[in-house]
């Protein structure tokens, strides 16, 4: 059996100009790990022959220069179905792909009581997007546990046309022992006052599309933004003790379609035209 599986084969590795490839590299890896679990099945006899010829499979892939950091890539590329034709690994991501894939910021540009920005408690800041949900400041005696839903904006982009993505959301909570913590929520994303982008008609955790988050959450449309118009969306926190606070922010994730200093290029699958096929026609103006 053995002997069959292993013999002569290993004195041809098959070598081309380049060496021998990591796909034949994880060949023979597999094999070798086949042989050593057959050693607990085997009586003495067949677990000497094992182990001779696991001595030979090392001896032979040490001398054509596989390195036990070599073999091991080999055969993880192999397990994971990465490998390609002459060594080339291949990933997708999606998104970017081929284009510039970058973040836009949303600003509390409009004085809100119970938010706190870079301009104060209650002012607004069209200069920092970090802002901090303190619901005790709504003052009226005790302090509230909840803040009101106020909407944030972006900056208008004249030196550039943009193509949404996605949206992020990025949170740090302030809570006491035992407290469970406030939550934000989040509504109505939109541009230039269109239909809401968000899959949700109401609001719906901000949690789903932090920057945390290891999956991609996207949108209902990719529109375009171009000035004059803005994207707006509304935040709103939610909590249960008036001590409760968070520090927010949110941003739009973008691309980059042409750019007035560093010009256009490929844009990628999602937002080239025609990638989505609409049913009587976009919202977005």
């Known amino acids: 059996m053995y002997d ?103 600003y509390p540009d409009t004085a809100h009581v119970g938010t706190t920005t870079q301009g104060g408690d209650d002012a607004a800041s069209t200069t920092n997007p970090v802002m901090i949900e303190n619901p005790a400041l709504l003052g009226g005696g005790a302090a509230q546990a909840s803040n009101t839903a106020h909407t944030v904006q972006t900056p208008q982009i004249s030196w550039a046309t943009l193509r949404l993505v996605g949206f992020e959301t990025q949170q740090r909570v302030f809570r006491g022992i035992g407290n469970p913590g406030p939550v934000m929520a989040v509504s109505n994303l939109q541009i230039g006052g269109g239909a809401n982008l968000f899959t949700h008609q109401n609001w719906a955790d901000a949690f789903i599309y932090d920057a945390d988050q290891p999956e991609f959450c996207g949108i209902r449309d990719y529109p375009v933004l171009k000035s004059p118009n803005t994207s707006t969306v509304n935040v709103l926190q939610l909590g249960d003790q008036g001590s409760e606070g968070v520090t927010f922010s949110c941003s739009l994730i973008c691309e980059a379609l042409v750019d007035d200093n560093y010009g256009a290029h490929i844009p990628g699958p999602y937002a080239r035209s025609g990638a989505m096929v609409r049913q009587g026609g976009s919202f977005i103006g």
Do not use: C, N, Y
């Open 4 to 106: 069959d599986d292993f013999g002569d084969e290993f004195d041809d590795f098959g070598d081309d100009h380049f060496g021998i490839s990591e796909r034949r590299i994880a060949r023979i890896m597999e094999r070798r790990s086949k042989l050593v679990s057959l050693i607990p099945l085997s009586g003495p006899g067949k677990q000497r022959r094992i182990a001779r010829r696991i001595k030979r499979i090392d001896a032979l892939l040490a001398r054509k220069g596989v390195s036990q950091q070599m073999a091991a890539a080999a055969a993880s590329a192999a397990a994971a179905g990465i490998e390609g034709i002459g060594g080339l690994h291949f990933t997708a991501m999606s998104p970017p792909g081929i284009g510039r894939l970058l973040r836009l910021p949303f």
